[in-house]
């Protein structure tokens, strides 16, 4: 399990345009943590500079309890990102390795073990993302970075993912980091959720939540996530547009 410390000071593109402004906080290892903001806020950014795959103009993103100076790092990005001419199986290997006995395991925990030798063109956009969930897991990451990987799912197809990328968290309790625009979404997976405000983006309120081990997803837990909504929006009715209090 991995912790991040977030010491940002600025990250900008241009010298007249600063993405994200001073943004620091630690977030806890075998957590999950969910990043809300307005759209073009840098939500994004962040968590490429998490990733390393950019860094901060002025400040720096450090990493404790890892078993190396980097982290094992996963990312779900917001399209599945598979490898057109491989296989399942084969894009799962070219992260986990061949004979790698986790593939089948994960593959059969989605239910989707019938598609081990399917070429993504033979997959459903449904499919595909869970086979991209599951070669994120298969690589058995210290930490696993999602940038809205639900998007443009149906409600249906959407829960079912969440309650499998649940599942298979609690095996390997991976520190979680994902970016959402879904309120109730980040209600029902996150122990944490941090809100930004508008480009430069800083956190301007983080709100934790109190979860049961399978999440607050079931539909027995829908009255709770209306209350928490509730509360929230009450407490800080512009929030989701990036302005914190009254």
Known sequence: ??????????????????????????????????????????????????????????GEISFSNTRSETP????????????PWLTTKENLELIGGKGNPTIRETLASMGILDKLDDYPSQLSGGIQRRVSIARAFVYQPDLLLLDEPFTS????????????????????????????????EALSLAD???????????CIHKLFVSQPPARLLAAEHRQTINELTANLLEAHPDILRGKAGQ
């Open 72 to 83: 094992k790092i996963g990312y779900i990005f917001q399209t599945p990102r598979l490898m």
């Open 1 to 58: 399990m991995t912790g991040i410390t977030l010491n940002i000071q600025s990250k900008h593109y241009r010298s007249d345009s600063t993405v994200i402004g001073q943004l620091s906080g630690t977030i806890a290892e075998g957590k999950i943590t969910a990043i809300i903001g307005p759209s073009g806020c840098g939500k994004s950014t962040l968590l490429n500079m998490i990733a390393g795959l950019e860094t901060a103009n002025k």
């Open 192 to 202: 944490e959720i941090w809100f930004l405000s508008r480009s430069p983006a800083t």
């Open 153 to 184: 799912l149906d409600a249906p197809t959407a829960d079912q993912l969440r309650e499998q990328l649940i599942a298979l968290w609690q095996r390997q309790q991976s520190t979680m980091v994902f970016v959402t625009h879904d309120l109730h």
